[in-house]
């Protein structure tokens, strides 16, 4: 069973950067394909991004575009979340998100695995 870990949220004022992680265990990590959700208070679950096995791979939600990078360390079975220019409509709950077999997807159901969350808030 594979347990996912995210670490890294904070408070930090829009223009600031952030970086979560999120730890992998209990699996082979080099078989996951990891994506990156967020959720605001009163919304719905949004695709940030997702990167494929090896890291080649990756691409992002439009809103996030430019801004957000994610890249994976699979030596420390760790997937990263890079966040630039950070603005008030990033505040959200993030989760790091796992699947073996369907690839990079923006469709939650897609995933298999789940972290508890990181909270990130933006201060205007």
């Known amino acids: 069973q594979v347990q996912l870990v995210e670490s890294g949220g904070g408070l930090v004022q829009a223009g600031g950067s952030l970086r979560l992680s999120c730890a992998a265990s209990g699996g082979a990590f080099t078989r996951l394909n990891m994506g990156w959700f967020r959720q605001a208070p009163g919304k719905e679950r949004e695709f940030v991004g997702a990167?494929?096995?090896?890291?080649?791979?990756?691409y992002y939600a439009d809103s996030v575009e430019g801004r957000f990078t994610i890249s994976r360390d699979n030596a420390k079975n760790t997937v990263y979340l890079q966040m630039n220019n950070l603005k008030a409509e990033d505040t959200a709950v993030y989760y790091c998100a796992a699947n073996r077999f369907v690839g990079m997807t923006r469709m939650g159901d897609n995933y298999d695995y789940w972290g508890q969350g990181t909270q990130v808030t933006v201060s205007s």
């Open positions: 990167v494929n096995w090896s890291g080649a791979y990756g």
